[in-house]
Every structure is written in structure tokens, then in C-alpha cells.
């Protein structure tokens, strides 16, 4: 399968990037997904999706698509989502390696549509591998929701899709990132 799309589009500012967030709600609650390609590809979180085959999807500007979910890894949490992308443009993909200290942005939705949108921003703290799977550790505050939610550079490049937070008795601040190199060779995507 191929994500089309994704290298011919340009830079974009972090405020441009919101567009292409979407929040994905059925019958276990909702979180977070990112446009993939221009033919309607949304990349996300397969704990989000769980055992469904439909999901809502509801865009920046209100109008909501239903997907179908097409893909699953479940060992990776990753999973493909279907729709209509509505000529919405989707980001450019940056695989490869991350710099300790860079700037990343995260976009989601936290607590579902109420908080859709939502942009908070950090470093990349690490890079991580726990039980044999690579993550790009950071301490850019997520909350439940934004799971499956895209991590960018500076650049507005998605170089990561939220994951999961660990637990500690402190503040906010050790997140995962499943890399989107990572999570594209799971699926079995190539870009063009």
C-alpha cells in the first residue's frame, strides 16, 4: 500500500498543521489520528481503533467522515483508518533519526472533541527501546485522547504518533512516541 501525498507537500507552520488532526470516536471513546496521505489515509494508535472496523472521524472544522479501519498492527499499537480526506492536504513525513534537545510539537485530542486540537510542546528527551520496540521519549504533556495524535518537528514534518505515557508520582513529562518510520513499516506503507 502506498501513502500518496505525503513527499510533495511543503513545510507547514505548527498552527497549519491542526487541519490535518483528527479525533476518532466509537464505541470504546475517542483519541487521536493524523492524515497520511491525500487519498484519505488516516494513521493512528490501534488501541484506539481496538476491534472495530468503522470509526468517526471528526476534523478541525467540525465536519465528521466515518472510516473504515483497514490495517491493524497490534503488536506496534498502530492501525490505518479509510475516509474521504475532503482535499485536506496531509503533512510531510520525516523518517530517521531524532536529535536530543530538538523542539517537537504534539497535536491531539485530550478528552476527545471538546479539547480537539490541542497543541503542547517539549524536547525529545530520548531514544528509547522497551520490549524490543523503538520510542522517541519526550516530556510534551499528552493526555488520554491524544493517543495516535502526530508528533512534529520543527518544520511541521510528522516525525512520530503518540503513544502511551508512564505513570510516575511527579509531573507530566515522560511520554512515548512510536517513531512514524516505525509505524509505517508495521503497516507495510511506503511513501510517494
Known amino acids: ?11 507547514r507552520k505548527i498552527a497549519d498543521a491542526v487541519g490535518d488532526v483528527v479525533t476518532i470516536m466509537n464505541d ?12 484519505g489515509y488516516v494513521l493512528t494508535d490501534a488501541h484506539v481503533v481496538g476491534d472495530d472496523k ?7 472544522d467540525g465536519i ?5 479501519v483497514v490495517r ?9 483508518i479509510k475516509t474521504d480526506p475532503r482535499g485536506r492536504t496531509p503533512l510531510v513525513i520525516k523518517r530517521g533519526a531524532v536529535t536530543l534537545g530538538q523542539r517537537v510539537y504534539a497535536i491531539g485530542s485530550p478528552k476527545g472533541k471538546d479539547f480537539q486540537d490541542t497543541v503542547s510542546s517539549g524536547i525529545v528527551s530520548a ?14 504533556t499528552v493526555s488520554h485522547g491524544s493517543s495516535g495524535g502526530q508528533l512534529l518537528d520543527e518544520t511541521g514534518s510528522v516525525i512520530g504518533l503518540t503513544d502511551l505515557g508512564m505513570q510516575n508520582d511527579g509531573p ?6 512510536t517513531p512514524i518510520g516505525d509505524a509505517m513499516d508495521f503497516l507495510a506503507l511506503e511513501q510517494q
Open 1 to 11: 500500500m502506498f501513502s500518496s501525498g505525503s513527499l510533495k507537500a511543503g513545510p
Open 28 to 39: 470504546l471513546g475517542s483519541g487521536s489520528g493524523v492524515l497520511l496521505s491525500s487519498d
Open 54 to 60: 468503522q470509526a468517526r472521524l471528526r476534523w478541525s
Open 64 to 68: 465528521e467522515t466515518l472510516g473504515e
Open 72 to 80: 491493524v498492527s497490534k503488536n506496534r499499537d498502530v492501525a490505518l
Open 127 to 140: 531514544d528509547r527501546v522497551l520490549n524490543g520496540l523503538r520510542y522517541i521519549q519526550s516530556d510534551t
Open 172 to 177: 507530566a513529562g515522560l511520554n512515548l512516541f
